[in-house]
Nanobody, 120 residues
Framework: QLVESGGGSVQIGGSLRLSCEASGRPFSSSVMAWFRQSPGKEREFVALIRWHSGTTLYADSVKGRFTISKVNAERTIYLQMHSLKPEDTAVYYC???????????????WGQGTQVTVAS
């Protein structure tokens, strides 16, 4: 089970931190990722992190503004978001997969999503 939290409304240029607490299936070989989806658009890759090595990958649109991290002991991953823009408004989803891949199809478990709204 993946449970996201931390969404909300923020002004342009503001910051938010999303959390995803994971339970159940073993994580040592997993890849954890954040995706987002806004109305009328396809689900979009944001960032991923390898659970074992901590290797990360970011979408160009968030590089330099967002940081993905993990705390192994807590089985939790975070998405720290700075300099938020209106185009960052979306439902953000946490996902678990087995491969270093930015495609949503590579992920077999998803959280319920948390809304992020960046107001102008």
């Amino acid at each position: 089970q993946l449970v996201e939290s931390g969404g909300g409304s923020v002004q342009i240029g503001g910051s938010l931190r999303l959390s995803c607490e994971a339970s159940g299936r073993p994580f040592s070989s997993s890849v954890m990722a954040w995706f987002r989806q806004s109305p009328g658009k396809e689900r979009e890759f944001v960032a991923l992190i390898r659970w074992h090595s901590g290797t990360t990958l970011y979408a160009d649109s968030v590089k330099g503004r967002f940081t993905i991290s993990k705390v192994n002991a807590e089985r939790t991953i975070y998405l720290q978001m700075h300099s938020l823009k209106p185009e960052d408004t979306a439902v953000y989803y946490c996902a678990q997969g087995s491969h270093y891949d930015s495609a949503p199809s590579a992920y077999f478990r998803w959280g319920q999503g948390t809304q992020v709204t960046v107001a102008s």
